[in-house]
Nanobody
């Protein structure tokens, strides 16, 4: 079974940057053809942020983060990244990496990002 473990969250001032990491293990194409990041806080709707096509380099971004966030991966390290620049207060949330194919699938435990 696929497992995803996020890290890299923390507290940062507005305008700052963070890089989230997600180590992926046990992944199979049956888990979906994309990996990505979404954020969600209790009582709020899930917001998909970015996805990356496993078979190539195609990426998608939500309007709210395009130009500020970059999704990437290091195949040698089995790690997915989310580089977040120009952070704003509204970016504060729990961030999750997950499989994605016609909807979000298995996710990690999340990493908290707080912008002040």
């Amino acid at each position: 079974d696929v497992q995803l473990v996020e890290s890299g969250g923390g507290s940062v001032q507005a305008g700052g940057s963070l890089r989230l990491s997600c180590v992926v293990s046990g992944y199979a194409y049956s888990d979906g053809y994309c990996l990505g990041w979404f954020r969600q806080d209790p009582g709020k709707e899930r917001e998909g942020l970015a996805t990356l096509w496993i078979g190539g380099a195609t990426t998608t971004y939500a309007d709210s983060v395009e130009g500020r966030f970059t999704i990437s991966r290091d195949n040698a390290k089995n790690t997915l990244y989310l580089q977040m620049n120009s952070l704003i207060l509204e970016d504060s949330a729990m961030y999750y990496c997950a499989t994605y194919w016609a909807g979000w699938g298995t996710r990690g435990q999340g990493t908290q990002v707080t912008v002040s």
